[in-house]
């Protein structure tokens, strides 16, 4: 398991800004992916997006055209900066790592975007 903690969140505007930012404990050179999931209240966890060991980016739909995933190999972050938000994308959103075959997340921050 590594540690990830996580940065950023918190309240925004509709048509607003944030950034999130997840800092590994320890090198993440070896990692399959690595991203960011979101819950809403009552609903399953979410994939937003992710970047692959290859370099491929994933956003899903939703967040395409607002969302961006960006990576800092050499300091082991990952980074979602969130643009045009809209009150659905109201969530806790958690970063992941998937690397040696295990799964680690951080403890999650809340994200509200008021109408």
């Known amino acids: 398991q590594v540690n990830l903690v996580e940065s950023g969140g918190g309240l925004a505007q509709t048509g607003g800004s944030l950034r999130l930012s997840c800092a590994a404990s320890r090198s993440t050179a070896r990692m399959e992916s690595i991203g960011w999931y979101r819950q809403i209240p009552g609903k399953q966890r979410e994939l937003v997006a992710a970047v692959t060991r290859s370099g491929i980016f994933h956003v899903f739909d939703a967040a395409k055209g607002r969302f961006t995933i960006s990576r800092d190999s050499a300091k082991d972050t990952v980074s979602l900066q969130m643009d045009n938000l809209e009150p659905g994308d109201t969530a806790a959103y958690y970063c992941?790592?998937?690397?040696?075959?295990?799964?680690?997340w951080g403890q999650g921050l809340q994200v509200t975007v008021s109408s």
């Open positions: 992941y790592l998937r690397m040696d075959l295990a799964t680690s």
